[in-house]
């Protein structure tokens, strides 16, 4: 064992009505009946679901998808971190590569959102990647290395949670191979360890895009993969379970 708490986190994006939240319900009446050993569990609803999610959370903790940087202000339409952490979040997802592209945010207002993320008592899951004409150019490492640098703040709480979503993985059934992910995994706790010390060497190195119960057994098994941060699979409890089943520490 590591150390590292690991984490499986399921990201429902712009998915789920109030009738969804049964599916939560299942995953905790699931995780009631077989708990997951030392595994910890996250579900990340749109932000309009968080508060009732928070209220049937049991055996996991609830996230939210995005927070403003700042603490309250004229952002219209924006929700800062401590309104999230008022409503029942603890962890918050940090630059989403859909939120890079959506809505063009930058390695910068990454870390400012993680920042405001730590300060409000919320866990920042922050997410990089490269795309695939990225990898094809043999840039994947250096470009991840670039993330890095500029969206993981050098101050914030202890707890520090960084997915790997390779963009050309996220919702396309594609997955690095099980080499792939540990070379990158390896490359980024070497880099967040010589620039943040134990904090970086204790962060949890998760990995996202297409994470599937087909081939979680495999990927969660990989060396300096800490967890999952789950898309699609995530929505039905069923395929989260399994997800959740497959790391090695669930039951132990
Ligand atoms: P996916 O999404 O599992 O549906 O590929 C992962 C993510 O975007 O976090």
Same mark, same amino acid.
């Given at each position: 064992m590591t150390g590292?708490?690991?984490?499986?986190?399921g990201n429902w994006k712009m998915f789920g009505l109030k009738a969804d939240l049964a599916e939560l319900d299942a995953l905790a009446a699931a995780l009631a009946a077989h708990p997951p050993g030392a595994v910890e569990i996250v579900a990340c609803p749109p932000a309009t679901l968080i508060s009732e999610a928070a209220r049937r959370a049991r055996g996991f903790a609830v996230g939210a998808q995005d927070c403003h940087a700042e603490t309250e202000g004229a952002h219209t339409g924006d929700l800062s971190a401590r309104m999230l952490a008022e409503a029942g979040a603890s962890y918050v997802i940090a630059g989403h590569s859909e939120r890079r592209r959506?809505?063009?945010?930058?390695?910068?207002?990454?870390?400012?959102?993680?920042?405001?993320a730590a300060a409000a008592g919320l866990v920042p899951i922050i997410c990089v990647g490269e795309t695939l004409a990225e990898r094809e150019a043999g840039r994947a490492s250096e =470009?991840? $290395?670039?993330?890095? +640098?500029?969206? =993981?703040? $050098?101050?914030?709480? +202890?707890?520090?949670v960084i997915a790997y979503e390779p963009v050309w993985a996220i919702g396309t059934g594609?997955?690095?191979?099980?080499?792939?992910?540990?070379?990158?995994?390896g490359d980024m706790r070497r880099r967040l360890a010589a620039r943040l010390g134990p904090r970086g060497a204790g962060a949890r190195l998760l990995y996202?895009?297409?994470?599937?119960?087909a081939n979680a057994e495999e990927i969660l098994a990989v060396a300096d993969v800490d967890g999952a941060l789950v898309g699609g699979a995530s929505l039905k409890a069923h395929?989260?379970?399994?997800?959740?089943?497959?790391?090695?520490a669930a039951g132990a």
């Open positions: 590292r708490t690991p984490l499986i986190a959506d809505h063009g945010e930058t390695d910068f207002m990454i870390a400012a959102k993680a920042r405001a =470009v991840v $290395a670039d993330q890095l +640098a500029g969206a =993981v703040p $050098a101050e914030g709480g +202890a707890d520090l594609l997955t690095p191979s099980a080499q792939e992910i540990a070379d990158m995994h996202g895009g297409s994470v599937k119960p395929d989260f379970l399994a997800i959740i089943a497959a790391h090695p």
